[in-house]
């Protein structure tokens, strides 16, 4: 058995040695997040872009004036809408993730009261129905009044590809924006960005 089990160890160990594919874990590599495995739209990317506009949101001129507005005990209600995917990708998912983060961030990082978006899944999908026709903000407010909201956060990501021969480029934009509900002026706006390529 212990012959049997040095020749299994010395056929993986060469096996290794040799280039030949094997699948790992985040334990057993910790970088593998970091690596860029296609010119497609993933997590690392997702993250990067929500990180930049969510740090800029934060410090912005609404979250000031929410905080004044919580002090003075009307803290504002808020309600997070889905973020309109207009790429060309199929990453809806990875978007309706993202809206639990949004929610986690206003309740941890803000003094807003936050409408819970899985309590509406009848009006997140209409919302999302209106959306694939048109990116219209003002439409949307009328669905944050039904659901008591002051103010949606709402965004699209996009993006732009170029092929110039074997090379290819692909530049991804997030887009985010903080409605008034009652009067359909934009209180916040940013925009993100990020370039894949291949290059030979």
Known sequence: MRYYTLICL????????????QYVRD??????????????????????????????????????????DAASGN?????VFPINNETSEH???QLDALLSRIETDLVNKSPVDVVSHENQPELIAEIKRQQ????DPSRLATYGKQLGAQYFVTGKVYDSAERVGDERRV???MFLQ???????????????????????
């Open 91 to 93: 990453i809806e998912s």
């Open 178 to 200: 903080v409605i008034d509900v009652s009067t359909g002026a934009i209180k916040f706006q940013n925009e993100s960005g990020l370039t894949k390529g291949l290059i030979r």
């Open 10 to 21: 010395i056929a993986l160990t060469a096996a290794t040695a040799c280039g030949e594919p």
């Open 132 to 135: 694939s026709e048109v990116y």
């Open 75 to 79: 803290p504002p209600v808020v309600a």
């Open 27 to 68: 334990t057993e590599e910790p970088r593998l997040d970091d690596y860029t495995m296609s010119l497609r739209f993933d997590r690392k990317d997702l993250d990067r872009l929500y990180e930049e506009n969510s740090d800029v949101m934060m410090k912005s001129a609404i979250i000031k004036q929410w905080e004044r």
């Open 171 to 173: 530049q991804y934009f």
